[in-house]
């Protein structure tokens, strides 16, 4: 009579633990991730174009757009924007992984980050900026990301 109960208490323990842990992303630890881009980005309302472009409402927007950063950007990241590159949860994870792996010749000069849960939580701390961003299945094409609802 104990064991069973035993069991059944620890299976319901580790559903409980594992299961909700994965699937939210930390905006603080995000703030925390965001301090790499600091020294080139500036994101939130008092945001100055730095030695990067402004970062917010960068969900959405075509690479190499950004007007006040016009003139400043590398053509490798502008024939990237003409060719249709947008910035989505996926463009961003690609991009900020290697930056210079998914757009050889750009101006970036940011290692990368290499913790998936590193750059989901910055990706999740950036997209408070871009207000207007839409989930990604709303009107482009279905999300071919994760499984998780944009939230
Ligand atoms: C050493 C300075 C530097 C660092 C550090 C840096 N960036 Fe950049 N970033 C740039 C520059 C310069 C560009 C423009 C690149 C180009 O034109 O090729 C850029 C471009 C971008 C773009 C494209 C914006 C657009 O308008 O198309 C995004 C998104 C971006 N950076 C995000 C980040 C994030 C997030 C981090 C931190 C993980 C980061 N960057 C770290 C300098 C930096």
Same mark, same amino acid.
């Given at each position: 009579?104990?064991?069973?109960?035993?069991?059944?208490?620890?299976?319901?323990?580790?559903a409980?633990?594992?299961?909700?842990?994965?699937?939210?992303?930390?905006?603080?630890?995000?703030?925390?991730?965001?301090?790499?881009?600091?020294?080139?980005?500036?994101?939130?309302?008092?945001?100055?174009?730095?030695?990067?472009?402004?970062?917010?409402?960068v969900?959405?927007?075509?690479?190499?757009?950004?007007?006040?950063?016009?003139?400043k950007?590398?053509?490798?990241?502008?024939?990237?924007? @003409?060719?249709?590159?947008?910035?989505? =949860?996926?463009?961003?994870?690609?991009?900020?992984?290697?930056?210079?792996?998914?757009?050889?010749?750009?101006?970036?000069?940011?290692?990368?980050?290499?913790?998936?849960?590193?750059?989901?939580?910055?990706?999740?701390?950036?997209?408070?900026?871009?207000?207007?961003?839409?989930p990604?299945?709303?009107? @482009?094409?279905?999300? =071919?990301?994760?499984?998780?609802p944009?939230?």
């Amino acid at each position: 009579m104990k064991k069973p109960l035993a069991q059944l208490a620890l299976a319901t323990m580790i559903a409980l633990t594992s299961a909700p842990a994965m699937a939210d992303a930390d905006l603080k630890k995000g703030k925390k991730v965001f301090k790499k881009c600091r020294a080139c980005h500036t994101i939130g309302e008092d945001a100055k174009t730095k030695i990067g472009p402004i970062l917010n409402n960068v969900f959405g927007a075509t690479a190499g757009t950004n007007a006040e950063f016009a003139g400043k950007y590398s053509k490798a990241m502008m024939k990237k924007g @003409e060719e249709g590159l947008v910035w989505n =949860e996926e463009t961003l994870n690609e991009f900020l992984k290697k930056p210079k792996k998914f757009i050889k010749k750009t101006k970036m000069a940011f290692a990368g980050i290499k913790k998936d849960g590193q750059r989901e939580n910055l990706i999740a701390f950036l997209k408070q900026y871009s207000p207007d961003a839409k989930p990604a299945e709303a009107d @482009e094409k279905p999300a =071919e990301t994760e499984e998780k609802p944009a939230e």
